[in-house]
């Protein structure tokens, strides 16, 4: 019972380089999300798809792109990414549809940017 | 805007039950109150969710005030491996779970 998958788990990129993370999940889900979460920080909202085909930014967009391939995949874009960016992204999905907001994390891909 | 307040850390011992508060006196009257924990650096788990009747499952217990202003988490019986940031969350203004600073946890043996 995977849940959710996140790959890579450890990457290190050189400022202006770009790279794509991606999260799939296997419970049907039609919500997914991408959190990033800085040192000794709660985690904050980057990006959310509430369904197949769309997206919708969430707290932190800038400096980001998503793509919903289809409903088990949702991956996050960095195009030229910046120091500030390192952090821990967390992917998450939920059955949504409902008022219980019971989310499920992937176990996350640490990112350096030097 | 955080609607949930949470104590930045605590300690607890091992066998003990460990009450974690939450103060949520901005949330709606229809919005849940929901618990995750985070044991570090893997991703969050939920734990249990509320409206306003205090609520059980095989990992906690979840009591809220009839005002609806704070509640509590307790863990009956505290383990090491319960040692974790604990996050009592509701729904931003985008509709969407915040997640905060959270309460550290440490259980001591």
């Known amino acids: 019972n995977a849940g959710v998958t996140q790959t890579p788990k450890f990457q290190v990129l050189k400022t202006g380089q770009s790279m794509t993370l991606q999260c799939a999940q296997d419970?049907?889900?039609?919500?997914m999300y991408w959190y990033r979460q800085d040192p000794g920080m709660g985690l904050r909202l980057i990006y959310y798809?509430?369904?197949?085909?769309?997206?919708d930014k969430g707290e932190v967009p800038n400096g980001y792109n998503v793509s919903r391939l289809n409903k088990r995949e949702f991956s996050l874009r960095l195009e030229s990414a910046a120091p500030s960016q390192t952090s821990v992204y967390f992917c998450?999905?939920?059955?949504?549809?409902?008022?219980?907001?019971?989310?499920?994390f992937g176990s996350g891909t640490q990112l350096s940017v030097l | 805007d955080a609607k949930t307040t949470q104590p930045p850390s605590m300690d607890c011992a091992e066998g003990r039950a460990a009450n974690l508060p939450c103060n949520h006196s901005?949330?709606?009257?229809?919005?849940?109150v929901y618990w995750y924990r985070q044991i570090h650096s893997q991703g969050p788990q939920y734990i249990i969710h509320?409206?306003?009747n205090n609520e059980t499952n095989e990992m906690a217990s979840l009591i809220i005030t009839e005002d609806r202003k704070s509640s509590t988490l307790i863990l009956p019986h505290a383990t090491l491996r319960d040692t974790a940031v604990y996050y009592c969350?509701?729904?931003?203004?985008?509709?969407?779970?915040?997640f905060g600073a959270g309460t550290q946890v440490v259980v001591t043996p």
């Open positions: 969350i509701a729904r931003d203004s985008w509709g969407k779970l915040q």
């Open positions: 419970m049907n889900h039609n919500s």
């Open positions: 798809s509430a369904s197949e085909g769309t997206t």
């Open positions: 901005t949330i709606s009257g229809n919005e849940y």
């Open positions: 509320g409206l306003k």
């Open positions: 998450a999905s939920s059955a949504s549809g409902t008022t219980i907001e019971k989310l499920f």
